[in-house]
């Protein structure tokens, strides 16, 4: 069966390169194009579509509104499509708390059409994989029922890689991170500009430091480091000492960065002294890293599938033998914690 998309974007042009590029794929079909919500609420109800996409500037009812109130009375998958500005980290972050599964930025300076349209094809199918939506509150974890997490060793590195659903499954992970937690290294799929909104919304809620990585930075205890969008973030080891680097060579599994990026540099860096962890998320990006990492000695888990959004990305590092154990998303930290401690 097709995947049915409908498009929602007041331009014209842009609703014609998304159905063409779209259009592309045998998996997917456009069923219609909406220039503004309200138009756009007739055709969910007249074409039935797995998916929208939905543009967040338009006439009469912005994006946002349209999202609340479609998510209250008819909730579906939607995937955000805008070219928003130096905002537009914290509008995605609303979009997703609104219930929102992706986002993508329309091309520019970061993307082109094609890398956009490879990015979106990706997207509307893990979108229509998607069960149950998972939205994320950024408010401080009240750590009730919680296991108070001690930490014996902290020469350990932990890289985590996710995708569809990982800004909820990450904020669960390391709201339990002690504050001498082991440095962490983290390859969320998001466009340019919206990681550094996402890290300073995390850093806003966790006891660790949190934040949005920097070329040539190093790695230390109580910190996590979240690759930036549009670039793929490496480890680099000095004497004893890690530190990150950056760069913007080819995406991988259309993205960048990409989780297998982060991961092959950690298993040759860093060997047995990492953890490594695949959360939620469609495709394979990360499992062959992980693999490699488990072979350097490392532990590794990954997210059950009763707790993922989407169990594509966990489901392939299983499938190749790059896992320790599988967790639900509750106890991954506890886990990680155990093997950082061994």
Request: charged share 20%; proline share 5%; hydrophobic share 45%.
């Given at each position: 069966?097709?995947?049915?998309?409908?498009?929602?974007?007041?331009?014209?042009?842009?609703?014609?390169?998304?159905?063409?590029?779209?259009?592309?794929?045998?998996?997917?079909?456009?069923?219609?194009?909406?220039?503004?919500?309200?138009?756009?609420?007739?055709?969910?109800?007249?074409?039935?579509?797995?998916?929208?996409?939905?543009?967040?500037?338009?006439?009469?009812?912005?994006?946002?509104?349209?999202?609340?109130?479609?998510?209250?009375?008819?909730?579906?998958?939607?995937?955000?499509?805008?070219?928003?500005?130096?905002?537009?980290?914290?509008?995605?972050?609303?979009?997703?708390?609104l219930g929102a599964v992706e986002f993508?930025?329309?091309?520019?300076?970061?993307?082109?059409?094609?890398?956009?349209?490879?990015?979106?094809?990706?997207?509307?199918?893990?979108?229509?994989?998607?069960?149950?939506?998972?939205?994320?509150?950024?408010?401080?974890?009240?750590?009730?029922?919680?296991?108070?997490?001690?930490?014996?060793?902290?020469?350990?590195?932990?890289?985590?890689?996710?995708?569809?659903?990982?800004?909820?499954?990450?904020?669960?992970?390391?709201?339990?991170?002690?504050?001498?937690?082991?440095a962490m290294v983290i390859v969320q799929?998001?466009?340019?500009?919206?990681?550094?909104?996402?890290?300073?919304?995390?850093?806003?809620?966790?006891?660790?430091?949190?934040?949005?990585?920097?070329?040539?930075?190093?790695?230390?205890?109580?910190?996590?480091?979240?690759?930036?969008?549009?670039?793929?973030?490496?480890?680099?080891?000095?004497?004893?000492?890690?530190?990150?680097?950056?760069?913007?060579?080819?995406?991988?599994?259309?993205?960048?960065?990409?989780?297998?990026?982060?991961?092959?540099?950690?298993?040759?860096?860093?060997?047995?002294?990492?953890?490594?962890?695949?959360?939620?998320?469609?495709?394979?990006?990360?499992?062959?890293?992980?693999?490699?990492?488990?072979?350097?000695?490392?532990?590794?888990?990954?997210?059950?599938?009763?707790?993922?959004?989407?169990?594509?990305?966990?489901?392939?590092?299983?499938?190749?033998?790059?896992?320790?154990?599988?967790?639900p998303l509750n106890l991954i930290s506890?886990?990680?914690?155990?093997?950082?401690?061994?």
């Amino acid at each position: 069966m097709t995947i049915k998309v409908l498009i929602i974007d007041d331009s014209a042009i842009v609703r014609n390169v998304l159905s063409k590029e779209l259009s592309l794929d045998p998996e997917i079909e456009v069923v219609g194009i909406a220039s503004d919500p309200i138009i756009g609420r007739d055709k969910i109800v007249q074409l039935r579509p797995d998916v929208i996409t939905l543009d967040i500037e338009m006439p009469r009812m912005d994006g946002l509104q349209f999202l609340e109130k479609l998510m209250k009375h008819y909730p579906m998958p939607v995937i955000v499509v805008s070219s928003l500005g130096k905002a537009g980290g914290e509008v995605a972050l609303r979009a997703i708390e609104l219930g929102a599964v992706e986002f993508v930025t329309k091309p520019g300076s970061a993307y082109s059409v094609g890398d956009m349209a490879d990015q979106l094809v990706d997207k509307i199918k893990a979108a229509a994989a998607v069960k149950t939506f998972k939205t994320v509150s950024f408010c401080p974890h009240s750590g009730g029922g919680t296991k108070a997490l001690a930490v014996k060793a902290t020469k350990k590195i932990i890289a985590i890689g996710a995708s569809t659903g990982g800004t909820e499954a990450l904020k669960e992970i390391l709201v339990k991170m002690p504050v001498n937690a082991p440095a962490m290294v983290i390859v969320q799929h998001m466009p340019q500009s919206f990681t550094k909104a996402f890290a300073t919304r995390l850093n806003g809620v966790c006891k660790i430091e949190v934040k949005e990585a920097e070329h040539g930075e190093y790695l230390s205890v109580g910190k996590a480091l979240i690759a930036p969008g549009n670039f793929h973030m490496e480890i680099e080891r000095s004497g004893s000492d890690y530190f990150v680097k950056l760069n913007s060579d080819p995406m991988v599994h259309h993205q960048r960065p990409a989780v297998d990026i982060l991961f092959n540099s950690v298993a040759k860096m860093a060997g047995k002294n990492a953890v490594g962890c695949v959360l939620t998320g469609m495709g394979k990006d990360g499992a062959a890293g992980l693999l490699n990492m488990k072979n350097a000695g490392a532990n590794t888990v990954v997210q059950d599938e009763k707790t993922c959004v989407v169990f594509g990305m966990p489901k392939e590092a299983i499938a190749r033998g790059a896992v320790t154990v599988v967790k639900p998303l509750n106890l991954i930290s506890e886990t990680i914690i155990d093997f950082a401690n061994k």
